[in-house]
């Protein structure tokens, strides 16, 4: 038994933007299940060919998705200009999202033998030839599972959320580890950064955390000096 997965992109005029974007998969015809003793391993086979469709239509979605706006984008950033020619790179732009990894195609807009526009660069966030970007919800995802669990659980539990068995496709251990120590690093400059400009606005310094002009406090309780209470307030806020 054929299962057909299909979805269509339509613009505001419900006009088709692109060809439908199809997934053929096979799963297993009516008279397999033949009664309670075989149904868990004849379902499981129904299963993962409906979560391996699922995951295989929305990379295929994504992928036609970014690749259709980088072109429409770069086409619109050029119009008017003469001479003009659209160009695909010869390179993918690699995304690592929570459906899998994607390789989208770019587009360069040439004239008189130079680029004037790259949507690679000039549309989508710029990243290293050997890098990829990463999605808001794959961050998340790994971020939270490598804050319960070591690095090979979260990588096995990630390339089987994403039923995407090519080996160039799966997360490796390494480049994940290292990209969870990076975040890591981020949010603490971010978090240290933050301190410091409270401190500062408050005028503390930002060394030892103590006031720069502490009030002095005499040894006679008459002499001893108050803040206002407006003023501790102002410096909680």
């Known amino acids: 038994m054929r299962m057909v997965l299909s979805v269509h992109f339509y613009g505001r005029d419900d006009e088709d ?9 096979i799963v297993p015809d009516y008279d397999v299940f033949d009664g309670p003793d ?23 979605l994504a992928q036609v998705y970014l690749e259709g706006m980088s072109r429409d984008r770069l086409e619109a950033m050029t119009q008017g200009q003469q001479g003009v020619t659209v160009k695909e790179n010869p390179l993918p732009y690699k995304i690592e999202a929570e459906l899998g990894r994607l390789n989208v195609s770019t587009y360069r807009a040439e004239k008189d033998n130079h680029t004037i526009c790259d949507s690679k660069s000039d549309i989508l966030p710029r990243i ?11 961050e998340w995802l790994q971020s939270r599972l490598s804050t319960k669990n070591d690095y090979r659980t979260t990588v096995e539990t990630i390339n089987h959320r994403r039923w995407q068995d090519e080996e160039q496709d799966t997360v490796k251990l390494r480049t994940l580890a ?13 978090i240290s950064k933050m301190t410091e400009d409270i401190l500062e606005k408050n005028n503390f310094d930002t060394a030892t955390g103590r006031p720069i002009n ?24």
């Open 17 to 25: 933007i692109v060809d439908p974007v199809r997934v053929d998969t």
């Open 178 to 190: 290292d990209s969870v120590v990076r975040n890591g690093t981020e949010l603490i400059d971010h």
């Open 38 to 60: 075989n149904f868990r391993v004849v379902f499981n086979e129904f299963e993962q060919a409906a979560l391996i469709g699922r995951n295989e239509l929305g990379r295929s």
């Open 214 to 237: 502490p009030i002095e406090i005499g040894s006679d309780p008459s002499e001893n000096k108050s803040i206002p209470r407006s003023e501790v307030a102002r410096v909680i806020s």
């Open 128 to 138: 290293g030839s050997r890098e990829a970007f990463h999605s808001a919800s794959y």
